[in-house]
């Protein structure tokens, strides 16, 4: 996979008016966005509809977590809007994911992908909700859940990818937000690696944020992003 088509540019903005700024500064330097909960409610299916016309691809972070019934017609909500992933919340079970990726077999683009352990979690923060198991094997358990229900694929922290390449396999999709440039704050992340790194352990995709979207040449911060990545194209490095 060409390093273009690993990132994703977070649109983490609250108006529509924001997100199709930062969408014309990027231009062609990026064509795949991921919007989540916040952009949605505040801009509306109509954002993400003007994405897809434009020839994007969308990353619709739902994080679903509902009764299966409600699961199933999100996802075909999202299906019809022409998003290329969606997300549903493993924690919610085997019934959910199921529902889910039974809704998107109706749109041959639509990938579904089960959230993990979100990236601001530590182990400590599982156990004070009663799950003893440390944040990477309750990642590595909820994502054999995940593999087991049919989902295309899995959100987790970069610092996972390498344990869930090799417990899942070559081919499904590892997308890792959370990502941080070297000497970039950690922000929210209690689990954050950088781009490189995420891919060369095996991300698929990495979701890049603030680096890019708060920067003052954006398009510049995601040729550097890119590039970064190009390195791993360079016989024998890392």
Known sequence: MHPTDR???ALDVD???AAENMVDRLGAECRFYKVGLELLTAAGPGLVERLVADGKEVFLDLKLFEIPNSVAGAVRAAGALGVSMVTVHSMGGTGIMAAAVAAAGDFPRLRVL???VVTSMTSADLAAVGISASAEDQVLRLAGLAEGAG???VIA????AGALRGRLGPRALIVTPGVVLPGESRGDHARPGTPRAAVAAGASHVVVGRAVTRAADPAAALRLVRGDLLVLNTPGAR
Request: glycine share 6%.
């Open 7 to 9: 990132i994703i540019v």
């Open 15 to 17: 108006t529509r008016r």
């Open 114 to 116: 089960a959230l993990t």
């Open 151 to 153: 989902c295309h694929g």
């Open 157 to 160: 922290a970069p610092q996972e």
